[in-house]
């Protein structure tokens, strides 16, 4: 297991409720770590020093001066160093299992869901990569005569949960045409099925705007092009306004 997941509450919660032994890594900024195990300044190259507890087993080790590795473990309980390279048994099946954390992190980075830096978020978006990658896995096991490679089987899994929401936001009146184009898209709606008197591109003739000098008539209303203005969609709007309005003679024809 990785630094950023193993902990010792977590490595007794594993033992016990779960009857799982855990073997990873500890990072040196945990409290429970003693203070003779965390300094390595005087300590010679390759030396290692073990802590026993009923449940489980720290170990630290130097591979080269000045640098520590603090390994966990509820599978060991005792302080074996392999005669052929000279490590602790911890470190080496440490290193024969590692490759699991490892594959799981380039994976979840690959196609990661994460948009920000949040704790709380952080959390979550972690849950949804872990989710991502045993997803396949499963759909694999249970589908063998239909292999999809990864990216195309999150890109059909976000498309399927997604398109329960965009169909409901394809049928609100107040959705901008720009919009409702994308959302044909996902939903494989052919846009002349689905056209309607509003999403014709030339505005209603009695609606029309008429500009007149340095003002805009709008429904008989005079408004200055030197202001900033909110025009009615139907009837005509400035292509930079961001958010659409509809006026009210326009929406009681409709």
Known sequence: MDNWFSSFQLAIDLKYDLKLTMLGTLRKNKREIPTELVNV???????????????CTLLSY???????????????????????????MMIVDYNNTKYGVDVVDLMCASYS?????????????NMMNIGGINAPVLYHLNNRNNPIVRHEFLRTLAL???????????YVQSIPRELKQKYRLILGIEEASTSTADDTDEPKQKNQKVVMGDA???HGRRISVLETSVLCVTSGYVKSTKTFYRCVNCAKED
């Open 216 to 218: 805009i008539y709008v």
């Open 160 to 170: 399927n949960l997604l398109k329960p929401y965009v169909n409901r936001r394809y």
């Open 62 to 88: 130097v591979p080269k001066k000045k640098k520590n590795v603090l390994v966990l473990s509820t599978t060991h309980a005792d302080d074996k160093i392999n005669p052929e390279s000279e490590k602790p």
């Open 41 to 55: 300044a005087n300590r010679p190259e390759k030396s290692c020093r073990f802590a026993f507890h009923k449940d």
């Open 113 to 125: 869901v994460a948009r920000n830096r949040r704790w709380p978020l952080t959390v979550f978006f």
